[in-house]
């Protein structure tokens, strides 16, 4: 194994430590802000998995190959994508390291498919008629809590979307999703989440959570896989009635067959250092200000005074 692999052992393996790896490649700067929220709301479900109606919201920046893309970081805007979109219409414009999965196959991070083919096998009740989809480096995080979020859950309950899953891509989109599904579940929508960060998810406290100890940017199982693909979306989705109190992870049981992936993950990062970097100094201000630090303190005391 490579020296110095942000890594810890418990109980049960708790995968990479994200926040630390993302720290290490980035020095000198100051550490990466990650929010750390209080008791997240939560709205329990209308009816069964097999009756509710699912919407995605996938963080990878997923649009139209004929559209530009979006922004690389802190684009405050969100892309409806009809349910019956071919794949190949389709691409991410993230630009994280891991964003190749999605390159191979956008169902790894963006399942449309695979939810429409749980609907048609009556796993799930029906799927919206549209997905959103966003890219989630976002550094402005009241703007994404206060008008970006509350924008994104007045469409999927327009929608009539009673169930919303959220799937985030790097470290960063880890913290926007998770602080996005406590708006929408603040808007009367049970959300569930994926994560492959369990470090950044504990201490953001999306409602309900499924870890996937994958690779990130495999975010729902691997390229061209869709019988795994599916299996892991269902077993997310089931969170929305078994999910044990609000803020809770479960494991979710797949190994990825690959015993060295983590050497590797962590070596990528490094590799491409600079463009974390990059993306990590739209952090300050023209002044040199760490303006995301603050951020991260307004919406952790949005959360303790009950507003998220």
Not at 15 to 37: D, F, H, K, S
Request: glycine share 6%.
């Amino acid at each position: 194994m490579l020296q110095g692999i942000p890594k810890t052992k418990t109980l049960r393996d708790i995968g990479i430590r994200y926040i630390e790896l993302v720290n290490e490649i980035t020095a000198p700067l100051p550490p990466l802000p990650i929010a750390e929220m209080s008791s997240p709301p939560w709205t329990p479900p209308s009816s069964p998995l097999e009756e509710a109606t699912v919407m995605l919201v996938s963080s990878a920046g997923v649009h139209f190959r004929s559209d530009p893309p979006f922004a690389p970081v802190d684009d405050l805007s969100f892309r409806c994508i009809p349910v019956d979109t071919p794949a190949a219409l389709l691409r991410p414009s993230h630009p994280s390291p891991i964003r190749r999965p999605g390159l191979i196959d956008i169902n790894v991070v963006h399942p449309a498919e695979r939810l429409s083919e749980l609907a048609a096998g009556g796993r799930i009740g029906a799927v919206a008629d549209h997905h959103q989809s966003m890219l989630g480096a976002i550094k402005s995080l009241v703007q994404l809590v206060t008008e970006l979020g509350p924008a994104m859950a007045a469409d999927a309950v327009a929608s009539g979307a009673t169930v919303v899953m959220l799937v985030p891509l790097c470290p960063a989109c880890h913290q926007t999703i998770g602080l996005l599904a406590r708006v929408f579940e603040r808007a009367g929508l049970t959300t569930v989440t994926v994560t492959g960060a369990r470090d950044i998810t504990e201490r953001v406290r999306p409602p309900r959570a499924g870890w996937l100890d994958f690779p990130l940017g495999n975010s729902v199982g691997r390229p061209n896989e869709p019988d795994e693909q599916r299996a892991i979306c269902l077993d997310v989705l089931g969170l929305a009635t078994s999910a044990a109190s609000p803020g809770a992870i479960a494991n979710l049981s797949y190994q990825w067959p690959d015993p060295t992936w983590e050497d590797r993950i962590v070596q990528q990062y490094r590799d491409e250092a600079d463009t974390v970097v990059s993306q990590r100094r739209h952090e300050f201000d023209a002044s040199g200000a760490h303006f995301a630090a603050d951020e991260v303190a307004a919406v952790e005391s949005m959360g303790r005074r009950g507003l998220l």
